[in-house]
């Protein structure tokens, strides 16, 4: 069975957090849904719990982060195309989400962010299938050797 991961999330406004991100497209589970959290789809193995701030307390003796003054963490997640990517961020916009850093170009990966209703920091990004381009080894003698 392949490893799941949850990334929990503490929010103010749960409802204002499921139409945030179901406009970008996710899905919940019902099941582990109802006043307090509601678990959201990323894959079959990995999901965000966005959990009511009161209720994501209960969980830790810790300070929750105020996620508009201060970054505890990056969720990226990958997307289709250059233009997908840009898509979700007009979405996550035009949604009640607020603009983060300026895109990155690196001609084979293509990055942008947004923040979300409660300031968490969401990167969505493209990287082309073929990777990389090769870096060319011609007339280089330590890649030869090591071959």
Known sequence: MATQIFFN???KDLKRSVDFFTALGFSFNPDYTDENATCMIINENAFVMLLVETFFKTFTSKNVADSRESAEAIIAYSVDSREAVDEAVRTALASGGSASEDPQDYGFMYNHSFQDPDGHLWEVTWMDPAGPPAESTAG?????AQS
């Open 9 to 11: 999330l503490p929010v």
């Open 140 to 144: 280089d003698d330590s890649a030869s």
